[in-house]
């Protein structure tokens, strides 16, 4: 049997008075959702362990079962994996932003939204005036670059920019000397009004692959346009597949992905974790006409081809969230989130749709840990 997630990022919701109390995906138009929900199993699921921030990358990568008090490393990492950056033995990566700062204060996080080919430029700069065997400035895309230092120490206090605009950035100094003088140098070196801005430090995840974890997926897949979620799949031993228009938006090429995850997975792939960011981003920006297109746009463009394509070749499909991103909060919360898994034989519980409401009758209970992952591929 082979495996696929549909991740749709940020999609649970609360209860929203200009649905009639619904939440988006109760009110929502998903045919294939609620379809897969009636003739599955559903239940609800906890993506982020107890003293751990409701990120994305926490929240994808408890779903894929690992336990985060063992893996979790931050930003750095994921982001070095998703730029080509091969982290050996004794670095340390951290975020490294370009930022404005004007009178003493931070700007903004984004260098006044620097190109990817200027920003290249001014991280090599760096690299070739401050780098050597200890330090080096690795170029990423537009402000997000990354700084790997040997035996650098990653238990600091940091702040990250875009949470401190218009504060005076001397006081924001991470809790690090030399972290501290890279900044304070760079501004020498760059162009009058930038900065470095290091920011979530983080060793090489410990990540056992899932095909070691789990000996029925041999090969596996991630499809996504997010670096942390790429980088999550570098250290599960996945396959990143590029698709061409994947955009993170309401935009993105959702054929493009469900036609690369049926690709993958009538070819050599065993397992593929599709995940969708457009959802969370409407859910940041408070958009709720768009959350309901995006979550319709994941059903009718998504599952509904992949289901289409592959319900009669041997096929388990698991869809859920990662972590709610009410549209009313504006920002993720940690709060159980709904699941279903489907295949073709799978004992079938009494839940005829698929939202937050319910799934908790949903037959699989309220998971936690790697239980989500264990069940989905033991079927
Ligand atoms: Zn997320």
Same mark, same amino acid.
């Given at each position: =049997?082979?495996?696929?997630?549909?991740?749709?990022?940020?999609?649970?919701?609360h209860?929203?008075?200009?649905?009639?109390g619904?939440?988006?995906?109760?009110?929502?138009?998903?045919?294939? =959702?609620?379809?897969l929900?009636k003739?599955?199993?559903?239940?609800?699921?906890?993506?982020?362990p107890?003293?751990f921030?409701?990120?994305?990358?926490?929240?994808?990568?408890?779903?894929?079962?690992?336990?985060?008090?063992?893996?979790?490393?931050?930003?750095?990492?994921?982001?070095?994996?998703?730029?080509? $950056?091969? =982290?050996?033995?004794?670095?340390?990566?951290?975020?490294?932003?370009?930022?404005?700062i004007?009178?003493? &204060?931070?700007?903004?996080?984004?260098?006044n939204? /620097?190109?990817?080919?200027?920003?290249?430029?001014? /991280?090599?700069?760096?690299?070739?005036?401050l780098g050597?065997? &200890?330090?080096?400035?690795?170029?990423?895309?537009? $402000?997000?670059?990354?700084?790997?230092?040997?035996?650098?120490?990653?238990?600091?206090?940091?702040?990250?920019p875009?949470?401190?605009?218009?504060?005076?950035?001397r006081?924001?100094?991470?809790?690090d000397?030399?972290?501290s003088?890279?900044?304070?140098?760079?501004?020498?070196?760059l162009p009058?009004?930038?900065s470095?801005?290091?920011?979530?430090?983080? $060793?090489?995840?410990?990540?056992t692959?899932?095909t070691?974890?789990?000996?029925?997926?041999?090969?596996?897949?991630?499809?996504?346009?997010?670096?942390?979620?790429?980088?999550?799949?570098?250290?599960?031993?996945?396959?990143?597949?590029?698709?061409?228009?994947?955009?993170?938006?309401?935009?993105?090429n $959702?054929?493009?992905k469900a &036609?690369?995850?049926?690709?993958?997975?009538?070819?050599?792939?065993?397992?593929?974790?599709?995940h969708? !960011?457009?959802?969370?981003?409407?859910?940041?920006?408070?958009?709720?006409?768009?959350?309901?297109?995006?979550?319709?746009?994941?059903?009718?463009?998504?599952?509904?081809?992949?289901? !289409?394509?592959?319900k009669?070749?041997g096929?388990?499909?698991?869809?859920l969230?990662?972590?709610?991103?009410?549209?009313?909060?504006?920002?993720?919360?940690?709060?159980?989130?709904?699941?279903?898994?489907w295949?073709?034989?799978?004992?079938? @519980?009494d839940?005829?749709?698929? @939202? !937050?409401?319910?799934? &908790?009758k949903?037959?699989?209970?309220?998971?936690?840990?790697?239980?989500?992952?264990?069940?989905?591929?033991?079927?």
């Open positions: =049997m082979k495996h696929i997630i549909i991740l749709g990022d940020g999609m649970a919701d209860a929203v008075e200009r649905l009639g619904k939440t988006p995906l109760q009110y929502a138009k998903t045919p294939y =959702m609620d379809m929900a003739q599955g199993r559903t239940g609800l699921l906890k993506t982020v107890h003293g921030p409701p990120g994305s990358e926490v929240a994808n990568t408890a779903i894929l079962g690992y336990d985060l008090e063992k893996v979790y490393e931050g930003r750095g990492p994921l982001e070095a994996a998703s730029i080509g $950056y091969e =982290m050996q033995p004794g670095d340390m990566a951290i975020r490294c932003n370009l930022i404005a004007e009178d003493g &204060k931070i700007k903004n996080h984004h260098a939204h /620097i190109t990817t080919q200027e920003g290249t430029r001014l /991280i090599r700069l760096l690299d070739e005036k050597n065997d &200890k330090i080096k400035f690795v170029p990423g895309i537009q $402000y997000r670059h990354l700084l790997v230092i040997k035996g650098g120490n990653k238990n600091i206090v940091c702040n990250p875009h949470d401190h605009p218009n504060e005076e950035w006081g924001l100094l991470p809790s000397e030399l972290l003088e890279l900044i304070i140098k760079s501004q020498e070196i009058e009004g930038l470095i801005w290091p920011w979530s430090p983080g $060793y090489r995840p410990s990540m692959p899932l070691v974890t789990y000996p029925q997926i041999k090969k596996g897949s991630v499809i996504t346009a997010v670096d942390l979620i790429r980088g999550i799949g570098h250290y599960a031993g996945l396959r990143c597949i590029e698709v061409e228009g994947a955009t993170g938006l309401a935009d993105t $959702y054929e493009g &036609k690369a995850a049926i690709d993958a997975l009538k070819g050599d792939d065993d397992f593929v974790f599709l969708v !960011e457009a959802s969370d981003e409407a859910g940041h920006d408070g958009d709720l006409e768009l959350k309901v297109k995006t979550i319709e746009y994941l059903d009718s463009r998504i599952i509904g081809p992949i289901y !289409e394509a592959l009669d070749e096929i388990t499909i698991a869809v969230p990662d972590h709610p991103t009410p549209v009313e909060i504006r920002t993720h919360v940690d709060e159980p989130i709904p699941f279903l898994i295949n073709k034989t799978i004992d079938a @519980d839940v005829q749709t698929f @939202d !937050e409401i319910a799934c &908790k949903g037959g699989f209970g309220t998971l936690k840990n790697d239980e989500f992952m264990k069940a989905f591929m033991a079927l």
